[in-house]
């Protein structure tokens, strides 16, 4: 063990350079480990960017402007996205979204948006507020026409 401890000047020298040098060392690996926190939380910003450009943006066509509240319930659709989803029984690629209105003069009502998948993407057919938009008659009356979906939707 004695060659552990230097038996010169220079040696004692050279031995605190040795491990002057080693502390530097775990010093400035300490140092990037912030670094490498950076650069974690900047990928998962530019994760969370890219599900946010992925978002489904459901649109309106014409036969929707006919129903006065069908822009209330694609507006709740682009801000929360679907809460209940069905899926039709007579049509493999009709998809039938529901939606509770939080603004205006539906809020607290349940809507209801029917898109056929065209493509991978959502083509409007209608939206419109069953009865009186109770959570209750609008899931009864979509299992008239379809089955609960708990699947991701084919645009998604």
């Known amino acids: 063990m004695s060659w552990l401890w230097p038996q010169s000047k220079i040696g004692w020298v050279l031995y605190l350079f040795l491990f002057g040098g080693l ?16 650069m974690r939380a ?3 910003a530019s994760q969370a960017m890219d599900l946010i450009a992925q978002q489904t943006i459901y ?4 036969h929707m402007l006919a129903h006065a509240e069908s822009a209330s319930i694609i ?14 029984s007579t049509e493999k690629n009709k998809f039938y979204l ?10 607290g009502k349940w809507g ?5 998948e065209n493509m991978r993407k959502p083509d ?6 069953r009865e009186d938009g109770s959570i209750t008659k609008t899931f009864n ?10 699947k991701a939707l084919p645009w998604e």
Do not use: H, R
């Open 23 to 38: 502390f530097l060392w775990l010093v400035c690996l300490a140092g990037q480990t912030g670094i490498l926190d950076d």
């Open 42 to 44: 900047e990928y998962a």
């Open 59 to 62: 649109k309106t066509n014409e």
């Open 75 to 88: 507006s709740c659709l682009n801000k929360k996205g679907p809460a209940i989803k069905f899926k039709s």
């Open 98 to 107: 529901m939606c509770q209105i939080d603004e205006g003069q539906w809020a």
């Open 112 to 116: 209801i948006a029917e898109f056929i």
């Open 124 to 129: 409007p057919v209608t939206a419109f507020i």
């Open 141 to 150: 009356y979509l299992m008239k026409w379809g089955t609960k979906f708990t």
